[in-house]
């Protein structure tokens, strides 16, 4: 078992940023993936990013030159910095953890972009 733990969500402007964090607990040696999804109101949940053991990392198209992820394998921590925010990235993110039986996600936390 995994459990994670969001912080880091809230309001912000347009052209802000803010910092996601994720913290993960428990079965934590046997993660091979960690990254993020969001979820838009009356919309699918989508990837936003992920960032493998090794260090390899993949964006989704309309995060990429904004978004930045990374892991802290010792912290067992993984980080999304969000940059110039758009109206259109306000969502719920949800953290995730593979391992190579099951995915584990967060509880949530909210992005709202908006003056």
């Known amino acids: 078992q995994v459990q994670l733990v969001e912080s880091g969500g809230g309001l912000v402007q347009p052209g802000g940023s803010l910092r996601l964090s994720c913290a993960a607990s428990?079965?934590?040696?046997?993660?091979?993936?960690m990254g993020w999804y969001r979820q838009a109101p009356g919309k699918q949940r989508r990837l936003v990013a992920t960032?493998?053991?090794?260090?390899?990392?993949n964006y989704a198209d309309s995060v990429k030159g904004r978004f930045t992820i990374s892991r802290d394998n010792a912290k067992n921590t993984v980080i999304l910095q969000m940059r110039s925010l758009e109206p259109e990235d306000t969502a719920v993110y949800y953290c995730f953890a593979e391992t190579s039986e099951w995915r584990y996600w967060g509880q949530g936390t909210q992005v709202t972009v908006s003056s």
């Open positions: 428990g079965t934590i040696t046997s993660i091979v993936n």
């Open positions: 960032g493998t053991r090794g260090g390899n990392t």
